[in-house]
C-alpha cells in the first residue's frame, strides 16, 4: 500500500488550544493566536524567489505561506510534489516535509538553511529510487498495482505461465538486490528460486534493475503487453490525433512539429503537442497559471502537466 511520511515540525506554541465554553454557554474568546514578525514573510518570499515563482503550486496555511506547495523537477525531467511546512520558529526549527514517495530525508538543517536546500536534498535523495522504479515500470511486465505511483515500492512482476515475483526495492538503496518472494506454479517457480539462490551475488550495482533481474533468474523476461512507441517512431498528439502540427504562419515555430511533450506518468507515458496541451488546458477551470506557465493535468491519467502560456 502506498505511504506518505512526514517529518514532523516543531508544534507551534498554539497547538490544541481551543476556545471553552463559560458557565452561561456563551463561547469566550481562546488566548490570541502567536504573529509572525514581517521580517518572516520578507525571507519567505525572497527563499520562494531564488526557486521560482513558476515551481510554486500552491501556498496555503493560516497565514497563507505556512504550507507551501512545489514542482521538483528530477534530472530525467520527471515532475514530483514536495509541500514544505513551516513551524511558527522557522528557520529556527526545520520545516516538516511530505511527498507521495515510501521514505523521506531527514533534513540536513541550520539557521542559515533556506528552502532550495530542502528541496535539492529531497531530489538528491530520491533520485536513484525514482530512476528505478521508472526503469521497472518501463521494462517489466508490472500486474500489480496496476497504476504504479512512486509512493510503492512494492511491485508484483509477471514471469509468464502463472508465475510472478513480488519485489520489495529498498529505497535506500534502490540498485541494490531486492527482497523478493516467488508466486505460482511449483515447476517453473523451483528452477527460478534455485537460479536466484546460485546467481544473486551476480547482482551489480553499476546495471540496469531489469537487466540484473534477469541475469540472476537466467531466464528472458517478458515486456509489458502494451506497444511502446520506439525511441526513433513519432507519436501521435493525444488531443488531436495528428502525429505533426498542420503547416500554418499562424503557429509560428511549432508549425509543423511533432508532438514535444509527453506524460511523466510511466502507465500513461501520452504525447502531446505543446500546443494542443495548452489550448485544452485553458478550457478546464482548475488549471492555474503562475507566470507564463499552466499548470494542470493530464487527459488521460491526471498527473500533474505544466507547459508555458505561450511559445516564447
Known amino acids: 500500500?502506498?505511504?506518505?511520511?512526514?517529518?514532523?515540525?516543531?508544534?507551534?506554541?498554539?497547538?490544541?488550544?481551543?476556545?471553552?465554553?463559560?458557565?452561561?454557554?456563551?463561547?469566550?474568546a481562546g488566548p490570541p493566536r502567536p504573529r509572525r514578525p514581517?521580517?518572516?514573510?520578507?525571507?519567505?518570499?525572497?527563499?520562494?524567489?531564488?526557486?521560482?515563482?513558476?515551481?510554486?503550486?500552491?501556498?496555503?496555511?493560516?497565514?497563507?505561506v505556512s504550507c507551501l506547495t512545489f514542482r521538483v523537477m528530477d534530472e530525467q525531467r520527471r515532475h514530483h510534489l514536495l509541500e514544505i511546512t513551516l513551524p511558527m520558529n522557522y528557520p529556527a526549527c526545520p520545516p516538516s516535509i511530505a511527498a507521495d514517495v515510501p521514505y523521506l530525508p531527514?533534513?540536513?538543517?541550520s539557521e542559515s538553511s533556506r528552502l532550495k536546500d530542502v528541496l535539492c536534498q529531497f531530489q538528491e535523495v530520491l533520485q536513484d529510487y525514482w530512476s528505478t522504479m521508472d526503469g521497472i515500470d518501463k521494462a517489466l511486465w508490472v500486474v500489480d498495482p496496476t497504476k504504479p505511483t512512486y509512493a510503492m515500492s512494492h511491485h508484483r512482476i509477471a514471469l509468464g505461465d502463472d508465475c510472478y515475483i513480488l519485489l520489495h526495492v529498498d529505497t535506500h538503496k534502490p540498485n541494490s538486490l531486492p527482497e523478493c518472494r516467488f508466486l505460482g506454479t511449483d515447476g517453473k517457480l523451483e528452477r527460478l528460486?534455485?537460479?536466484?539462490?546460485?546467481n544473486r551475488k551476480r547482482w551489480s550495482a553499476d546495471r540496469k534493475f531489469h537487466?540484473?533481474?534477469a541475469t540472476v533468474l537466467d531466464f528472458a523476461l517478458p515486456q509489458p503487453p502494451s506497444v511502446s512507441i520506439k525511441d526513433d517512431q513519432q507519436a501521435d498528439c493525444g488531443i488531436c490525433y495528428a502525429t505533426h502540427l498542420p503547416v500554418d504562419d499562424e503557429l509560428g515555430t511549432q508549425s509543423g512539429c511533432a508532438a514535444d511533450y509527453k506524460c511523466e506518468n510511466p502507465s500513461c507515458s501520452r504525447a502531446f503537442h505543446s500546443v494542443c496541451l495548452r489550448d485544452w488546458l485553458r478550457t478546464i477551470t482548475t488549471t492555474r497559471q503562475s507566470?507564463?506557465?499552466?499548470?494542470?493535468?493530464?487527459p488521460y491519467c491526471s498527473e500533474p502537466v505544466a507547459v508555458k502560456s505561450t511559445d516564447s
Not at 502506498?2 to 452561561?24: E, F, K, N, Y
Not at 528460486?193 to 546460485?198: F, G, V
Open 1 to 28: 500500500p502506498s505511504r506518505v511520511m512526514v517529518l514532523p515540525a516543531t508544534p507551534s506554541r498554539d497547538a490544541g488550544a481551543h476556545s471553552r465554553p463559560s458557565q452561561d454557554g456563551q463561547g469566550e
Open 38 to 64: 514581517p521580517a518572516f514573510y520578507s525571507s519567505v518570499f525572497a527563499q520562494i524567489e531564488e526557486v521560482g515563482w513558476g515551481q510554486l503550486v500552491s501556498a496555503t496555511g493560516d497565514d497563507g
Open 106 to 109: 531527514k533534513l540536513q538543517w
Open 193 to 198: 528460486i534455485k537460479n536466484w539462490r546460485k
Open 211 to 213: 537487466e540484473n533481474l
Open 291 to 298: 507566470f507564463d506557465v499552466l499548470f494542470g493535468n493530464c
